[in-house]
């Protein structure tokens, strides 16, 4: 078990280092854009064209919408009577440029698993709201972070993922080593009052808590080398008091990492969280083939400060007897969710995670990763038939989440109620409104 956050020493779990060749699907679901989201997108292009208003009134104003956007919802209202937020939080373009900003940009986010940079020269890019940023273990095993974007012209610098022993612009050529310095700026001859030794890649903060990468993007100035946080208090930052209980849980152990799948689909980020969080409620009705593995009369749900984990007993040895012994779930399933945007699920030998990652106001990208005990990582029939499920599961949710996006943006709709087990999605909306308020 890895209970502690560990920033730089070379992992020694068994996680393989490469995805292995399980299907990548993207769901695409053609969705009609409804009247009022045409007339939010016009309003959009109509305010983003000159007009005779200043940019820095424009930047108030728009200030000012997403705060009254914001003040809509009422964390102070206990669940029992609160309304939802308004269907703009997931369509507004406005308010999904403050949320980048305001919750995606200020604390720390997942953004891949350790085995992707096992080895020394390992390295993998990404892009999180605006920010490309490129993660990779240099020639003495330290983790580093940078932006991914080149000094000279501004080109995205790495792509992918991979090995490499340093990155080369593939614009006009300027070489960044792996711990960001410059090492080669071509044709700069005759150049003056050039600083090319301060054109380095500019550092974002990089951690890792068990399996999980994770960054910070903050708006401060801050360089590499004033890193004064404590893997403690990173830990304590990213997971408050849930640390030790998902330890328990088992989400951080030693497993076997066997893929990654990656869905894009057509609603807001915060409609697949919304989905995610509702204690079991939909279960029922839009996942038949999953009721039998799960004993929801046992469904509970524990809030921390940026945490909640939801527990459902497993239909154990009885749902394997009844399917020729084939028992993906186990006895105890855990379904832990790290506010904003990443999901780790414990069920059986299984982890897998989720990571919700914004598109832009009606479109996100989900990545699961699978994680297997080692007893079972050979078992291909099973891992095969696993991830089959999984993948029903997940593309029922799919449709679930487009159906709601379009919901959001008819005008038929504006705020719903809670159901009484929808407390952990409740949670999740006041610590949006606790972020998002200025
Ligand atoms: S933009 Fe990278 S070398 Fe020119
Ligand atoms: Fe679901």
């Known amino acids: 078990m890895m209970t502690m956050l560990a ?85 507004d373009h406005q308010f999904h440029h403050d949320e980048l900003d305001r919750v ?7 953004v ?115 890193d004064v946080e404590s893997d403690g208090l990173v830990a304590s930052e990213w997971l408050g008091s849930s640390a030790g209980r998902l330890s328990e849980g088992g989400v951080d152990s030693h497993l076997s990492f066997i893929c ?6 057509d609603c807001n980020w915060k409609v697949f969280c919304d989905n995610y969080l509702d204690g079991g409620y939909h279960v029922p009705y839009a996942h038949k083939g999953l009721m039998s593995g799960l004993d929801l009369e046992t469904y509970s749900t524990t809030l921390f400060e940026r945490v909640s984990i939801q527990e459902c007993g497993g239909g154990g040895s009885k749902a394997g007897e009844e399917d020729g012994g084939f028992d993906r779930l186990g006895s105890q399933a855990l379904y832990a969710f790290v506010y904003p945007n990443f999901m780790i699920n414990r069920y059986g030998p299984w982890v897998d995670t989720n990571l919700v990652i914004p598109l832009g106001p009606r479109k996100c990208k989900v990545v699961f990763d699978y994680f297997l005990d080692p007893s079972l990582k050979d078992d291909e029939a099973f891992i095969r038939r696993s991830l089959e499920e999984s993948e029903r599961v997940q593309m029922e ?42």
């Open 112 to 226: 891949g698993c350790s085995n992707q940079i096992k080895d020394n020269r390992d390295f993998f890019t990404g892009r999180l709201g605006e920010v490309e940023f490129v993660v990779c273990r240099d020639d003495d095993g330290t983790i580093n972070a940078f932006h991914n974007v080149c000094s000279h012209h501004a080109s995205i610098l790495a792509s992918g993922s991979g090995r490499k022993s340093c990155f080369v612009c593939p614009y006009h050529g300027w070489t960044y080593s792996l711990n960001g310095s410059l090492v080669k700026a071509t044709r700069t001859t005759g150049i003056e009052n050039s600083a090319l030794n301060e054109m380095g890649l500019k550092p974002l903060r990089v951690a890792v808590w068990g399996p999980f990468v994770l960054l910070k993007v903050t708006q401060a100035t801050w360089k590499k080398e004033e």
């Open 104 to 110: 995606f940009y200020g604390g720390w986010q997942v």
């Open 397 to 438: 949710d799919a449709v679930l989440c487009e159906n709601v996006q379009r919901g959001l943006e008819s005008p038929a709709y504006d705020k719903g109620r809670y159901a009484l087990v929808e407390k952990a999605m409740h949670h999740f909306h006041c610590l949006l409104h606790r972020n998002l308020k200025i």
């Open 7 to 91: 920033t730089i020493t070379p992992q020694s779990s068994t996680l393989k280092s490469t995805t292995t060749g399980y299907l990548n699907l993207h769901l695409k679901f053609s969705v009609s854009v409804s009247q009022s989201a045409r007339r939010r997108c016009l309003d959009q292009s109509l305010f983003c064209t000159r007009d005779p208003i200043s940019s820095s009134s424009r930047v108030v104003a728009a200030a000012s919408n997403t705060s009254n956007l914001v003040e809509e919802f009422d964390p102070e209202i206990p669940v029992e009577r609160a309304l939802t937020p308004p269907s703009s939080w997931y369509t």
């Open 260 to 265: 990654r799948r990656e869905y894009t689909i």
